[in-house]
């Protein structure tokens, strides 16, 4: 029997008779509505009516087709996976792996309000039902309470065992995690898991990464129930330490960006053409079976066309302050940190910023008034919607350059060798940023692994000269109509920035030299003995100053 086992030895048993169909059951639509699913409690997804799970080490889980029985005291080893945490992530993993013939052992500290233990579970019971190697996986609050169970755990397992961080955390802490387990004899795995409760139970994108010694314990779980995308696992290997949780971070950041210029499109249409929301939820269904086919896309064209009971669309009566939970910043901080010009998910989460502050906003919005030669929109609107689609194709891209580039920037910085390939894979489904767009990201690493750049491939670099002509008119009608584009502007001024030889950086520099002393350097085909090659140079530009430069010159 596979299933799910307490420390007891009772189990969630899946239905072997639907296994099959449980090997790519998500639904035709992702924004399809979640599992009822409340604290330790399961609620069994039609037509799955077989499945139970009958209690839990820490705490008691209702039966899902029967009432719960008290555990038995044997202790033989037979669980292929640990998981402690069962809220709806760590529940609906457990069913996951369930349906693919894993018996799985659960273990949770908090008991839900009302339940009662049955029997005397312990988390050293729990350890002793892991086969070995054995193999534990968190899914608990973020801080704290990782390390309070790594800390419990190290003293039950021994050398050679594994433990899985499968949480959202900033990559430091499994850089740190990977480091301190394997000085215990441990191997650890930190594992970014995209896909929220629907990709959980039927599919995540699962970016493991840390001590490569424990990729072969565990890779056939991982890939059996992660996503697929043309019959290949959105699961791989992504690299040492933290890889896992940064290519999480990363992907996050995309997310943001993502997110900013789909609402940006939808302000261009609702504000600058004076679409209807059913208008504009045909044009996002349109959209979705072309180049911008994807998740992002598909439940923004079904929040366009769902109203309220008066009959009214409900995405405008939320209040427009949006929240975040810092993965973006992240993302926009560790770019900062390498250096590195990730320009649109920086523009996406200060976007985000600038909305929280309603109120300032509000009192703006009676003072500052649009003054403009343009008052409205005139041109053919179809073509205007074709351009649109454009911008915003050529704009996920650039979005994309930037972060592959950054996280090529961090493997040179971290000593990490990352796939780039089976990145691009692993995100073509089960996370949020899900699209047919990533398949043509794959096949561009598969062909170049070294590709310094997602542009300077032929694919993508026809794909944004096509694009620019009607990328650069929504950007500049935006701006006459005054409707704000942070993404979609800075992924062309990027751009620009980008294809162009000569910065006017050259400028900037002497003004650095010129107030602070800091020093230049001269072109190469302008050197001479005054100002040679690759040195650091000071001009005393008004002959007042000295010659004694600040600093050594940094780029």
Not at 13 to 32: L, M, Y
Not at 100 to 118: L, Q
Not at 157 to 181: A, H, V
Request: net charge negative; hydrophobic share 40%.
């Amino acid at each position: 029997m596979s299933g799910a086992v307490n420390a007891g030895g009772t189990a969630l048993e899946s239905d072997g008779a639907s296994s099959q169909s449980k090997k790519n059951p998500k639904p035709d639509h992702p924004s399809s509505p979640p599992l009822a699913l409340i604290p330790l409690a399961l609620t069994p997804p039609s037509p799955r009516p077989s499945a139970r799970l009958v209690n839990i080490v820490g705490g008691v889980v209702p039966a899902l087709s029967s009432s719960v029985t008290k555990s038995s005291t044997d202790n033989v080893a037979s669980a292929d996976l640990g998981l402690v945490g069962l809220a709806v992530m760590g529940q609906n993993i457990i069913l996951n792996m369930a349906d693919h013939g894993y018996t799985i052992a659960a273990f949770n500290r908090t008991v839900a309000k009302g339940k009662s233990i049955v029997g005397a579970h312990s988390i050293e019971e729990f350890v002793s039902k892991l086969k070995t190697p054995r193999r534990v996986m968190l899914l608990v609050q973020a801080g704290k309470a990782v390390d309070d169970y790594i800390e419990t755990l190290i003293p039950l397992l021994e050398r050679g065992d594994i433990i899985i961080d499968g949480g959202n955390y900033n990559f430091p802490d499994s850089n740190r995690r990977t480091q301190y387990c394997a000085s215990k004899g441990l191997r650890f795995v930190g594992s970014g898991v995209s896909g929220g409760e629907e990709g959980a139970r039927y599919g995540p994108s699962m970016m493991p990464g840390g001590n490569e010694e424990a990729w072969p314990f565990i890779k056939d779980i991982f890939q059996d129930i992660a996503a697929k995308s043309d019959g290949e696992a959105c699961c791989d290997w992504v690299g040492d330490e933290g890889a896992g949780h940064y290519v999480k971070m990363v992907h996050n950041g995309i997310e943001y960006g993502d997110m900013q210029l789909i609402c940006e499109a939808y302000d261009i249409m609702k504000r600058g053409l004076g679409m209807s929301y059913k208008e504009m939820g045909d044009t996002f269904a349109k959209w979705n079976t072309g180049v911008l086919d994807s998740f992002l896309i598909e439940i923004t064209r079904d929040i366009l066309y769902f109203n309220d009971d008066d009959g009214t669309p409900l995405a405008e009566k939320i209040l427009d302050k949006a929240g975040q939970k810092g993965t973006g910043k992240w993302t926009a901080v560790n770019a900062l940190d390498l250096g590195m010009p990730v320009t649109l998910i920086a523009e996406a989460v200060l976007a985000r910023c600038l909305s929280a502050i309603k109120d300032e906003r509000t009192k703006a919005s009676g003072v500052l008034h649009f003054e403009s030669r343009v008052q409205k929109f005139e041109g053919d609107k179809q073509q205007f919607l074709d351009d649109l689609e454009q911008a915003l194709y050529a704009s996920k891209i650039i979005s994309y350059a930037q972060g592959f580039m950054l996280m090529q920037e961090a493997a040179k910085e971290y000593g990490w060798k990352l796939n780039k390939p089976s990145i691009a894979l692993m995100w073509r489904g089960g996370c949020i940023i899900r699209s047919v767009f990533l398949k043509d990201i794959t096949s561009a690493y598969r062909k170049n692994p070294d590709l310094q750049n997602l542009l300077f491939d032929d694919f993508f670099n026809k794909a944004i000269h096509t694009a620019q002509p009607g990328w650069r008119d929504v950007v500049a009608k935006s701006a006459l109509l005054g409707i704000p584009t942070p993404a979609f502007s800075t992924a062309l001024s990027w751009f620009d920035g980008y294809r162009t030889k000569d910065l006017p950086a050259n400028l900037l520099q002497a003004q650095r030299d010129y107030f602070g002393a800091h020093t230049f350097r001269v072109k190469p085909e302008h050197a001479n003995e005054k100002y040679p090659v690759d040195t650091d140079v000071h001009v005393n530009w008004t002959g007042r100053g000295g010659n004694v430069s600040a600093s050594t010159y940094q780029a």
